[in-house]
């Protein structure tokens, strides 16, 4: 078993991964932007899209700038929900800002990387860089899906 040091390093790492890289991260046009998301308390932004067909959320890209936290979780975000019936995304999104608040008690095998975003539970003020994009993504899928 790694020692709880041994796993904040961890968790550090799998955070600045997705923040340089940032998966689904794509220059959006204005005009497909379908919501504007803005966390006043750090100055994180992100702009979405996505698209639902036949039930599923086939895609979600997103630009913007903020924290490594606000892109990190934004990135674990699009690579969770993308591929997922929409009911099931809804779930994933519920669950992780329910953890996030603490709410709910996660099962750490079940987030994947998002997992190591659970650290900033300990930061009252940085739980809104980590929800920002869910709640995006929330909003847009309610925008789009029937
Ligand atoms: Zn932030």
């Given at each position: 078993?790694?020692?709880?040091?041994d796993?904040?390093?961890?968790?550090?790492?799998?955070?600045?991964?997705?923040?340089?890289?940032?998966?689904?991260?794509?220059?959006?046009n204005?005009?497909?932007?379908?919501?504007?998301?803005?966390?006043p308390?750090?100055?994180d932004?992100?702009?979405?899209?996505?698209?639902?067909?036949?039930?599923?959320?086939?895609?979600?890209?997103?630009?913007?700038?903020?924290?490594?936290?606000s892109?990190?979780?934004?990135?674990?975000?699009a690579e969770?929900?993308?591929?997922?019936?929409?009911?099931?995304a809804?779930?994933?999104?519920?669950?992780?800002?329910?953890?996030?608040?603490g709410?709910?008690?996660?099962?750490?095998?079940?987030?994947?990387?998002?997992a190591?975003?659970?650290?900033?539970?300990?930061?009252?003020?940085r739980?809104?860089?980590?929800?920002?994009s869910?709640?995006a993504?929330?909003?847009?899928?309610?925008?789009?899906?029937?």
């Open positions: 078993m790694s020692s709880n040091a796993m904040d390093e961890l968790y550090q790492e799998i955070i600045l991964d997705h923040f340089k890289n940032p998966r689904h991260f794509s220059e959006l204005d005009d497909e932007v379908l919501v504007d998301e803005y966390n308390t750090c100055g932004q992100i702009r979405m899209t996505a698209v639902v067909a036949d039930g599923v959320v086939k895609d979600i890209r997103y630009d913007g700038h903020g924290c490594a936290i892109m990190a979780s934004a990135s674990m975000m969770a929900v993308v591929g997922k019936p929409v009911d099931e809804r779930q994933i999104i519920a669950d992780f800002v329910a953890v996030m608040r709410e709910k008690d996660s099962d750490l095998a079940e987030l994947g990387d998002m190591s975003l659970e650290g900033v539970r300990r930061y009252p003020l739980i809104k860089c980590a929800t920002m869910w709640h993504i929330s909003k847009a899928i309610d925008k789009i899906a029937t």
